[in-house]
């Protein structure tokens, strides 16, 4: 992380399988990015995250789904944080793919841009994205 960058945003997103943070600074720019497997122990994965961040103040953001040891700012939505992201910082993407531990999305939009709908796996594909873990690995 650059020395002069003021860190303004922290956000977290907690899974099934596991934790990731993306650290702004004041220009939104991205300055850290940790992604790890919990295990099934969250809230040490994140305080090894923080463990790293010389943070005296900030604001904390979060997906909705992420553990409540978050103290968060405020929560978003995962799959409409995800949107806004992609559509901020790659305007012409037509489609967005996301895959967890747990579910697995497909966003499309329109050619203009809009979004136009999100169809997700139903329960019984639980485990997606760890298969594709698993294959990955």
Known sequence: ???????????????SVSVSMVV????????????????GKVIETIRSFLSDLPLASGYISATDSSHVA???HRRYHAV???VRTLKE????????????????YLTAFHPDGRYKSTKSNPSCAAGTGCFLDQQAG
Not at 1 to 15: P, Q, R, Y
Not at 24 to 39: F, I, P, Q, T
Not at 89 to 104: C, L
Request: no cysteine; charged share 30%.
């Open 80 to 82: 409409m944080a995800e």
């Open 89 to 104: 910082r790659q305007p012409d993407a037509r489609a967005m793919i996301s895959a967890g531990g747990e579910k697995f």
């Open 1 to 15: 992380m650059a020395e002069n960058s003021k860190i303004t945003i922290v956000g977290f997103d907690t899974g």
């Open 24 to 39: 702004l600074d004041e220009n939104r720019a991205v300055v850290m990015k940790k992604y790890a497997s919990h295990n």
């Open 70 to 72: 978050i103290k968060a």
